[in-house]
């Protein structure tokens, strides 16, 4: 049997990456562009890096942008991971199936329709619109990707060691903590950084559901963005895809490293 | 079963074997559940379903020039009663009668179905290679898949402005090469906005095709070689058909977001190619017409219900 890549594959692979990746090497090159102009090439230079520091609205607006990350993350993450458990572990509950397409809904649900109905929602219950109801809209729509996650690893892990400590008299919540929780744990975190870039990407969401005074980065470079392309957002956007590549590819490098001794630890205890 | 894993965790769970078995208590038990259960049930109910059950009773109210700007408002029990009344379908009669709207959902609709056939072709080859690759190198390319995906949704379309732009670099190298004599015209039009759409959704195709690949038996694939059939007609027989599962979750998690678009069609289409997503923004924040803009979303999700109760079919049986 042929192993490995034909020709058709290679061709496929370098198109296919090409395509991804050559929009976001030429955003991050132009970033670097001495010239104002974002197509032509004028020579390097920091210039661009050097005026966002005294850009002090988009400071403002990445400073809300992070808390409301921070914060709607980690809710999401709670949450999420409660969904998860509730619905891998509790196979018979009133209104499952209610719950099981409440979070599957949401993943592909338009951002415009979550957006506009959170709005209505918060006019009606009369909450004052800004920071508060962008992050509880934040939750509200991360924290289904995040039981996705979660409940993948639920799934895939061998349930008799929950049982054993439920055999051995461990509550639910003791059995939750001691063995559940650190054998999801890199599911967790995972879920927590989804929901974490997903709520620092968001534009139409926190616009709906902004109010005065709190104006997140996406909607920021939105707007100026609508007057025409300028080598301060390439800048801006090259920070943001430099701060999200680092962390996935470190969270990677430490999820790689502990499954291989993981693995390592297996082999010596199967041997000893 | 029971036994050998008591055995197996006994070694190391030592804490919780210090408690006698008759301690965990029916009680505790359900206090853990119902909290489980509960918390996360509720915040669903109240942040996703209520208000959708809010935007459908706005989009039957009429518009007002006040804060909120539609009418009636209810305050209590009373209020709703006699607001019910008031209650009228002008805004879906209004939606019916002109043909803007009728036209957005059918250029949405077709838009989404286009470019969700335009990214299967482009990313089932790319899948097809990674699930080829040896194992060490899968994992890297899987990840360089899932990067872009990460970073954000706003600045990978904003990267096309600057290529597809008629001074732009696209149309800066096809001059050089002298393929054509004069820029082509594709930002702000609908090819621009097929770009967009594959560019941003292609991750969410190729991953459910990788992973219905990858777990694919491939000890069928050489019975098939070893009883003649050529690699084409292998993968036409074998291949492709076990991985329609990962195509038809791929398809639906592109086409049900696509269709309600609203920053590629706004950034990248231009004024003229008025999608669904930009006309619920449109009749939102520069009409002020709220509840129209509640009416066409009621519209949408009544479009969008059936792919997305497929695409949780698809989900549960995956599981």
């Given at each position: 049997?042929?192993?490995?890549?034909?020709?058709?594959?290679?061709?496929?692979?370098?198109?296919?990456?090409?395509?991804?990746?050559?929009p976001?090497?030429?955003?991050?090159?132009?970033?670097?562009?001495?010239?104002?102009?974002v197509?032509?090439?004028a020579?390097?230079?920091?210039?661009?890096?050097?005026?966002?520091?005294?850009n002090q609205?988009?400071?403002?607006?990445?400073?809300?942008?992070?808390?409301?990350?921070?914060?709607?993350?980690?809710?999401a993450?709670?949450l999420?991971?409660?969904?998860?458990?509730a619905?891998?572990?509790?196979?018979?509950?009133?209104?499952?199936?209610?719950?099981?397409?409440?979070?599957?809904?949401?993943?592909?649900?338009?951002?415009?329709?979550?957006?506009?109905?959170l709005?209505?929602?918060?006019?009606?219950?009369?909450?004052?619109?800004?920071?508060?109801?962008?992050?509880?809209?934040?939750i509200?729509?991360?924290?289904?990707?995040?039981t996705?996650?979660?409940?993948?690893?639920?799934?895939?892990?061998?349930r008799?060691?929950?049982?054993?400590?439920?055999d051995?008299?461990?509550?639910?919540?003791?059995t939750?903590?001691?063995?559940?929780?650190?054998?999801?744990?890199?599911?967790?975190?995972?879920?927590w950084?989804?929901?974490?870039?997903?709520?620092?990407?968001?534009?139409?969401i926190?616009?709906?559901?902004?109010?005065p005074?709190?104006?997140?980065?996406?909607?920021?470079?939105y707007?100026?963005?609508?007057?025409?392309?300028t080598?301060?957002i390439?800048?801006?956007?090259?920070?943001?895809?430099?701060?999200?590549?680092?962390?996935?590819?470190?969270?990677?490098?430490?999820?790689?490293r502990?499954?291989?001794?993981?693995?390592?630890?297996?082999?010596?205890?199967?041997?000893g | 079963?029971?036994?050998?894993?008591?055995?197996?965790?006994?070694e190391?769970?030592?804490?919780p074997?210090?408690?006698?078995?008759?301690?965990?208590?029916?009680?505790?038990r359900g206090?853990?559940?119902?909290?489980?259960?509960?918390?996360?049930f509720?915040?669903l109910?109240a942040?996703?379903?209520?208000p959708?059950l809010i935007?459908?009773?706005?989009?039957?109210?009429?518009?007002?020039?006040?804060?909120?700007?539609?009418?009636?408002?209810?305050?209590?029990i009373?209020?709703?009663?006699?607001?019910l009344?008031?209650?009228?379908?002008?805004?879906?009669?209004?939606?019916?009668?002109?043909?803007?709207?009728?036209?957005?959902?059918?250029l949405?609709?077709?838009?989404?179905?286009?470019?969700?056939v335009?990214?299967?072709?482009l990313a089932?080859?790319?899948?097809?290679?990674?699930?080829?690759?040896?194992?060490?190198?899968?994992?890297?390319?899987?990840?360089?898949?899932?990067?872009?995906?990460?970073?954000?949704?706003?600045i990978?379309v904003?990267?096309?402005?600057?290529?597809l732009?008629?001074?732009?670099?696209?149309?800066?190298?096809?001059l050089?090469?002298r393929?054509?004599?004069?820029?082509?015209?594709?930002?702000?039009?609908?090819t621009a906005?097929?770009?967009?759409?594959?560019?941003?959704?292609?991750?969410?195709?190729?991953l459910?095709?990788?992973?219905?690949?990858?777990?694919?038996?491939?000890?069928?694939i050489?019975?098939?070689?070893?009883?003649g059939?050529?690699?084409?007609?292998t993968?036409?027989?074998?291949t492709?058909?076990l991985?329609?599962?990962?195509?038809i979750?791929?398809?639906?998690?592109?086409?049900?977001?696509?269709t309600?678009?609203?920053?590629?069609?706004?950034?990248?289409?231009?004024?003229?190619?008025?999608?669904?997503?930009?006309?619920?923004?449109?009749?939102?924040?520069?009409?002020?017409?709220w509840?129209?803009a509640?009416?066409?979303?009621?519209?949408?999700?009544?479009?969008?219900?059936?792919?997305?109760?497929?695409?949780?079919?698809?989900?549960?049986?995956?599981?």
């Amino acid at each position: 049997m042929r192993q490995g890549l034909s020709k058709i594959n290679v061709v496929g692979l370098v198109v296919g990456f090409s395509f991804l990746y050559l929009p976001i090497v030429l955003l991050v090159i132009f970033s670097f562009n001495a010239s104002r102009l974002v197509t032509v090439w004028a020579g390097f230079s920091t210039v661009w890096y050097r005026q966002l520091w005294h850009n002090q609205a988009l400071l403002d607006a990445a400073w809300v942008t992070l808390r409301v990350g921070l914060i709607s993350a980690s809710v999401a993450t709670l949450l999420g991971t409660m969904a998860a458990l509730a619905l891998s572990r509790y196979p018979r509950f009133f209104g499952r199936t209610l719950m099981t397409g409440m979070v599957y809904a949401p993943l592909v649900m338009p951002e415009v329709i979550t957006g506009l109905s959170l709005l209505l929602l918060f006019v009606a219950l009369d909450l004052n619109r800004g920071f508060v109801t962008i992050t509880l809209a934040h939750i509200s729509f991360t924290m289904c990707f995040v039981t996705v996650v979660v409940q993948s690893r639920l799934m895939s892990f061998d349930r008799s060691l929950e049982d054993a400590a439920m055999d051995l008299g461990a509550t639910p919540t003791v059995t939750f903590f001691q063995v559940t929780l650190p054998l999801i744990w890199p599911a967790v975190a995972a879920g927590w950084m989804l929901a974490f870039t997903l709520s620092l990407d968001d534009l139409v969401i926190a616009s709906f559901t902004t109010g005065p005074g709190a104006t997140t980065l996406p909607m920021k470079i939105y707007s100026q963005v609508r007057l025409g392309v300028t080598p301060e957002i390439n800048a801006v956007c090259t920070i943001l895809i430099a701060i999200v590549s680092t962390g996935v590819i470190v969270a990677t490098l430490i999820n790689k490293r502990r499954l291989i001794l993981q693995a390592r630890d297996e082999r010596l205890a199967a041997a000893g | 079963m029971a036994r050998s894993a008591r055995e197996a965790s006994g070694e190391t769970q030592t804490r919780p074997a210090r408690k006698t078995i008759s301690q965990p208590g029916p009680d505790t038990r359900g206090w853990f559940r119902r909290i489980v259960i509960g918390v996360p049930f509720f915040w669903l109910f109240a942040l996703f379903l209520v208000p959708f059950l809010i935007v459908f009773k706005i989009s039957l109210s009429e518009v007002v020039t006040a804060m909120p700007p539609y009418q009636p408002t209810f305050g209590s029990i009373a209020g709703w009663w006699s607001a019910l009344k008031e209650f009228s379908f002008d805004n879906y009669r209004w939606i019916a009668g002109d043909p803007l709207y009728f036209n957005s959902y059918v250029l949405s609709l077709g838009i989404a179905a286009a470019s969700t056939v335009l990214t299967l072709l482009l990313a089932y080859p790319l899948a097809y290679g990674i699930s080829k690759a040896s194992p060490a190198w899968r994992t890297s390319l899987v990840m360089l898949v899932i990067l872009p995906f990460w970073t954000s949704f706003l600045i990978r379309v904003y990267a096309w402005i600057a290529i597809l732009k008629p001074e732009g670099l696209l149309n800066q190298l096809l001059l050089w090469l002298r393929v054509i004599d004069q820029p082509l015209v594709i930002l702000n039009t609908p090819t621009a906005i097929f770009i967009g759409i594959v560019y941003s959704y292609l991750p969410f195709m190729i991953l459910p095709i990788y992973a219905s690949l990858e777990r694919m038996d491939q000890s069928l694939i050489e019975a098939a070689a070893d009883l003649g059939a050529t690699p084409f007609k292998t993968f036409w027989t074998v291949t492709f058909p076990l991985s329609l599962p990962g195509v038809i979750a791929g398809c639906f998690l592109v086409f049900i977001p696509a269709t309600g678009e609203f920053v590629i069609p706004d950034l990248l289409g231009g004024s003229r190619t008025l999608m669904i997503g930009k006309t619920v923004w449109l009749e939102f924040f520069t009409n002020r017409d709220w509840p129209v803009a509640s009416a066409v979303t009621v519209v949408l999700v009544i479009i969008l219900v059936l792919p997305i109760v497929l695409f949780q079919r698809v989900q549960a049986r995956a599981q």
